[in-house]
């Protein structure tokens, strides 16, 4: 069964520093979104992509995050200063073209990001 | 985006059926019903998502009222391994917030041996 890869899975990093968050969709889908969850809170939608830009993005989505598919497979988050507060497991996820189930979002594993 | 309201958490036991019931009164017209499980550690999965009335998948079954103000997810005979998070979403498919998922605050279900 294909599955959306993400990596690395783990990603220690200090304040102020950048870090990119890479994702690998399934290879037919379409639509691109990344999601944040910190520990013991629930998932929060970040960012939708589509057609090599951003369809929607949420507040917390401001101008230290920025996305990108630099090719046919990747797809990437990327925080330019990080800070404490983005301490959080961040999920990629896919779907299809808009069809009678597009709303069946393939989830990745994860990318542990902890801020010290 | 329709808010949703679940339990925060509920208990059974194997091989039972369980019933988690999600408001969501608020349900726009275009909206569809999503639910997915989520493991410790791991992204959400895609369990099941209606319109109307009955769907029925190989892992679960999703009952939708007549107003649709509300929604049932139904697992049958759940084991140890279903022991997990669950969530329901309500969005537009199709419109400007198709694909802007909101998960609530969703429902820890603990089976119990």
């Known amino acids: 069964e294909p599955e959306v890869t993400q990596t690395p899975s783990h990603q220690v990093t200090q304040m102020g520093q950048e870090v990119i968050l890479r994702c690998v969709p399934i290879?037919?889908?379409?639509?691109f979104y990344w999601y944040r969850q910190i520990l013991g809170q629930k998932v929060e939608f970040l960012v939708s992509f589509y057609n090599n830009e951003i369809s929607e993005k949420s507040e917390i989505f401001d101008d230290q995050f920025s996305v990108e598919r630099p090719d046919g497979s990747n797809f990437t988050l990327k925080i330019r200063s990080t800070k404490l507060e983005d301490s959080a497991m961040y999920f990629c996820?896919?779907?299809?073209?808009?069809?009678?189930?597009?709303?069946?979002?393939?989830f990745g594993p994860g990318t542990r990001l902890t801020v010290t | 985006l329709a808010k949703t309201t679940q339990p925060i958490s509920m208990d059974s036991y194997e091989g039972q059926e369980v019933n988690i019931t999600c408001s969501h009164n608020n349900i726009a017209t275009n909206d569809y019903i999503t639910w997915y499980q989520q493991f410790p550690s791991q992204g959400p999965r895609f369990i099941i998502q209606?319109?109307?009335t009955k769907v029925t998948n190989e892992v679960a079954s999703l009952f939708i009222p007549a107003d649709r103000k509300s929604s049932t997810l139904s697992l049958p005979r759940v084991s140890l391994s279903d022991t997990a998070v669950y969530y329901c979403l309500v969005g537009d498919m199709w419109g400007t917030n198709a694909g802007k998922s909101t998960f609530g605050d969703g429902t820890t279900l603990t089976v119990k041996p």
């Open positions: 209606g319109y109307k």
């Open positions: 290879s037919n889908h379409l639509y």
């Open positions: 996820a896919s779907t299809r073209a808009r069809d009678s189930r597009s709303y069946e979002q393939y």
